[in-house]
């Protein structure tokens, strides 16, 4: 679905990205240079990571890039951060949520708090926490505009994957809530939820792709997005054979989805789910920076 007004510009614009160390956070953020970002933010928890990110941005020429270490699970952090990104650099034009963390390969029963805890507190409250800090200042300026990385698991059951779904599903109902609130605002305000299926970059390490949804190559997928933000789309299913995903819901009664999904292998593509060791480990506030 695209919204029918002006595009939305890259170019002069300031660009934040939270996870935009690695993975399609890191593809992104290319991209917005290559767009020719006014100044590129980069939030991420590994600090290694954001070190080399910089270097090899600054290796191709591009001297407008700002990094910092930032557990978005930590409202003081991002507090902290965003007071500092708002007086040195200045407002955010296009915030990309994208940060978040894969819980997996286990049933919802063999989950501790922790596992629940921290999933949350990434994945929902970290991005309407990124989000709060920085909104006001696009209302007041009439102009700006929020991407959430949801996930097409925010569409559909995701056995061994329960708690990761349920936090994309409420990223995707938050996503599409603050939507309708820009419209009521009016102005250049504009909000895209993007929910792709597994994208190959190693988030989703072990997985087993169902049919008919491949896993993503990463850079298509951020070309995709980019161009989404671009036409102010307001939902991106990736690959397209998502879309059906509602469509078949709202057609047949519970049962004979499941089946379907059955199938095509979506309610077992957790099964051998690894994803990445160091998702696992945040690090104590004490070895912050």
């Excluded at 419209?183 to 939820?193: F, N, P, Q």
Aim: contains cysteine.
């Amino acid at each position: 679905m695209q919204k029918k007004d002006k595009m939305s510009i890259i170019k002069n614009t300031n660009v934040l990205i939270t996870g935009g160390a690695n993975g399609i956070g890191k593809l992104m953020g290319a991209k917005c240079l290559q767009e020719g970002a006014a100044n590129l933010i980069i939030w991420d928890i590994n600090e290694e990571n954001l070190n080399k990110t910089a270097k090899e941005f600054s290796s191709k020429g591009y001297k407008n890039v700002f990094t910092f270490v930032v557990d978005v699970s930590n409202i003081d952090d991002i507090e902290r951060a965003a007071t500092e990104v708002l007086l040195e650099i200045g407002n955010i034009d296009i915030l990309f949520n994208n940060a978040g963390i894969v819980a997996g390969k286990k049933y919802f029963w063999e989950h501790t708090a922790r596992d629940i805890e921290k999933t949350l507190s990434i994945n929902v409250s970290g991005v309407m926490n990124v989000t709060r800090v920085f909104i006001q200042d696009m209302i007041k300026q009439r102009k700006g505009h929020v991407v959430n990385i949801a996930s097409a698991s925010g569409l559909i059951p995701l056995p061994k994957g329960s708690v990761y779904a349920s936090s994309k599903w409420a990223v995707l109902g938050w996503s599409e809530s603050l939507r309708m609130e820009f419209e009521t605002e009016g102005g250049d305000l504009h909000v895209t939820t993007v929910c792709p299926s597994y994208i190959d970059t190693g988030m989703f390490k072990g997985v087993k792709a169902p049919l008919l949804f491949p896993l993503l190559e990463p850079e298509d997928t951020v070309n995709k997005i980019i161009k989404a933000v671009k036409k102010n789309t307001t939902l991106l299913l990736i690959p397209e054979n998502v879309n059906l995903v509602p469509f078949l819901k709202g057609v047949f009664p519970s049962k004979i989805f499941d089946k379907v999904a059955s199938f095509l292998g979506v309610y077992s593509s957790m099964n051998s789910f690894e994803g990445r060791p160091q998702e696992e480990r945040i690090p104590d506030k004490k070895n912050k920076v």
